[in-house]
């Protein structure tokens, strides 16, 4: 199923001062505990990632972007509502605008645990609870980081549980 995307707003278009814009600004719905936010690592990949992701989920997206590609990709390879793939920063803030949008701002993920081998890939184990439509959500969910030249190029978010991933998101 393809969500509606917002015309100009959800995938980066436009240059007015729309509600949606308006009404939020450019964050992660992600809740870290502060020992996985505060904690030191040997791994600069890790490092790279957790900067980002603390940087975003406090709204400071500019911050956060700065260590990612300009063609930045987040991909949700998964069969039902919001599969796809979002390239460049707008359309990544864009993802997460909506899907906060489209849960009446209830979509939340915390991290679990950050993981990586001193190599290009750090995987973020996240638990994922929202709820819409009367419907709940709350399972794992797997967000690996490629980073290509010390950015992140590429983030695959694959939801833990698919039937459930769908059965949320259908109309």
């Not at 797997?142 to 039937?163: N, W």
Request: glycine letters at 8%.
């Amino acid at each position: 199923m393809d969500l509606p995307m917002l015309a100009s707003e959800e995938r980066g278009g436009g240059t007015g001062a729309s509600p949606l814009r308006q009404a939020m600004i450019a964050t992660w719905p992600l809740e870290m505990d502060d020992a996985v936010d505060g904690s030191r690592t040997s791994d600069p990949w890790v490092a790279i990632v957790r900067e980002s992701m603390t940087d975003y989920r406090s709204g400071r997206a500019d911050r956060a972007s700065q260590r990612w590609h300009d063609a930045i990709r987040w991909r949700i390879p998964c069969d039902g509502g919001l599969n796809g793939e979002w390239t460049g920063a707008a359309q990544v803030f864009n993802l997460h605008r909506l899907v906060r949008r489209l849960t009446e701002n209830t979509f939340r993920q915390r991290l679990v645990a950050l993981e990586g081998s001193h190599g290009p890939f750090v995987d973020a184990h996240l638990r994922t609870t929202a709820s819409r439509a009367g419907r709940t959500l709350d399972i794992a969910t797997l967000i690996v980081f490629e980073l290509s030249a010390g950015k992140i190029s590429c983030v695959t978010e694959m939801p833990g549980d698919r039937d459930a991933w769908r059965a949320f998101w259908a109309d």
